[in-house]
């Protein structure tokens, strides 16, 4: 059987830097923040009383055409309530990525060529609070018949079945901050290994709950001492990197087979060209410092692309701004890249210093963003970062404040996960 080549047709995103791709791209590259105060946006939820009161947020109260969510515009009457802030973001990414691709309505024998591979991190720990908190006051008539519906990690890809009626693969990942790589990559299996033609992927994620903030603030992961300004907050690479800012948002993709995309003459953004994965086997959350575990994802991404280093112009780097992160993930494309001349025509940027950090969701929406750097030949900046750690081995090129045009052929893209779980994905221009 002779690989079938898989490409991406259709691209949906709801993030703090905006709803839809024309927004959030716009804002993306010309270096807007979506990071913003909690207390401010919430004042009577008890941030105040956590050491970080700060997140990327979605933008609300305002419609679709001004990049802002209203969850009205999406769901049918009744649906929001049914339906947890992380299925209602990933069916918000999911019809602009299937519109995008002209698929909302496939023929029914088309439907079974159609599948859903659709992640979350967390599910919704909002649920459970709120029906633990009703149990307690109220007892079992309290609870709602809606909660175990809405909290289970696959609703997002049950829910976009259901809407759609696609009958083909219904899987969903959860590898914590790993899962969007994954979601996109398990998609892009089931279709070059025949499983189906067409496949919507993605992930998504609702984190926003003081808890979520506090058992992060216990292993001390979030950005300390920002509070006041919060788009400073998010600074990979930089000197004054305290640790990363949560935020909330879903990605999708279309991913099709690439005849049949061509057949019916689908728009073709670019092609799903590697997919590489590994597991540390090290440590819960501290990763080996030389970064083994990245090193081996990015390596098989590109031996499976089959594409030379050099043909790869940017790195959309997993980077959450965490002082020990950020090092060892650049250790590790160091070693990958070992020969200096293909570091010097690399550019590497972390899209989490203008979006924080989506946790489940983050490898879906920056899939999107390095599918966009390489249909568009720029490249997102890295914001925030005024001073490079130098000191600590960052010496490249990682686009500061400003945005970079460049031809980009192919741009690999990080993923990494809390239980030692990396995932690259390599995106190369439409064949
Ligand atoms: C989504 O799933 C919920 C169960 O969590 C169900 O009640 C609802 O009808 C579903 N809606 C759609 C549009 O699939
Ligand atoms: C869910 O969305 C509602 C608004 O529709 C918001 O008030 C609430 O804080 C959100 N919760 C989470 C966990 O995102
Ligand atoms: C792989 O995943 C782990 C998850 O704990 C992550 O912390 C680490 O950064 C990754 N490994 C590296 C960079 O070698």
């Given amino acids: 059987m002779t690989a079938r080549r898989v490409v991406v047709t259709g691209l ?13 791209w716009n804002n993306i590259i010309s270096g807007k923040s979506g990071v913003r105060s909690l207390t401010a946006q919430y004042p009577d939820a008890g941030y105040d009383k956590l050491p970080s009161q700060i997140a990327g947020i979605i933008p609300r109260q305002g419609a679709y055409a001004e990049g802002k969510f209203d969850p009205k515009e999406w769901l049918e009457p009744g649906d929001a309530k049914r339906m947890a802030n992380f299925t209602q973001y990933a069916m918000c990414a999911a019809q602009q990525a299937l519109t995008d691709a002209g698929w909302t309505e496939p023929a029914d024998e088309q439907r079974e060529r159609t599948g859903v591979c659709f992640g979350t991190g967390i599910g919704s720990m909002e649920d459970i609070i709120e029906n633990q908190r009703q149990y307690t006051a109220g007892g079992l008539r309290k609870v709602s018949p809606m909660f175990l519906p809405k909290i289970l ?12 009626g696609f009958y083909g693969p219904n899987h969903a990942v959860s590898t914590a901050c790993t899962t969007g790589a994954h979601a996109i990559g398990d998609a892009m299996r089931f279709i070059s290994f025949g499983d189906t033609d067409v496949m919507l992927a993605g992930a998504s994620e609702a984190p926003l709950v003081p808890l979520a903030l506090a058992g992060f603030s216990k292993i001390k992961a979030l950005a300390l001492g ?17 640790g990363f800012v949560i935020g909330e948002g879903a990605g999708a993709l279309v991913l099709e087979e690439l005849e049949h995309a061509r057949k019916r003459n689908a728009y073709i953004y670019a092609e799903v060209k590697g997919y590489g994965l590994s597991g540390d086997g090290f440590h819960i959350t501290a990763p080996p410092s030389e970064g083994a575990g990245a090193i081996r994802a990015m390596k098989r991404a590109v031996q499976i692309a089959g594409i030379s280093l050099a043909d790869i112009g940017y790195i959309n780097a997993h980077a959450t701004s965490t002082p020990l992160g950020d090092v060892i993930e650049n250790r590790a494309i160091k070693s990958v890249f070992s020969d200096p001349s293909l570091r010097q025509q690399l550019a590497i940027s972390s899209t989490k210093s203008a979006t924080g950090h989506l946790l489940g969701a983050a490898g879906a929406i920056e899939a999107v963003f390095s599918v966009l750097a390489v ?20 010496d490249l090129n990682y686009v500061p ?31």
């Fill in 401 to 431: 404040h400003t945005a970079q045009e460049r031809t980009i052929k192919a741009a690999l893209t990080n993923s990494f996960g809390f239980g030692g779980t990396n995932a690259t994905l390599i995106f190369a221009k439409a064949p």
């Fill in 375 to 394: 249909k568009h030949n720029i490249v997102p900046p890295t914001l925030n970062l005024d001073t490079l750690d130098v000191a600590a081995g960052l």
């Fill in 12 to 24: 949906g995103i709801v993030s703090p830097v905006g709803v839809g791709v024309k927004h959030a």
């Fill in 226 to 242: 920002f509070n006041d300004q919060p788009q400073a907050a998010s600074r990979p690479f930089d000197i004054d990197r305290s």
């Fill in 153 to 164: 990690c696959n609703m997002a890809a049950g829910n976009i079945s259901i809407r759609y």
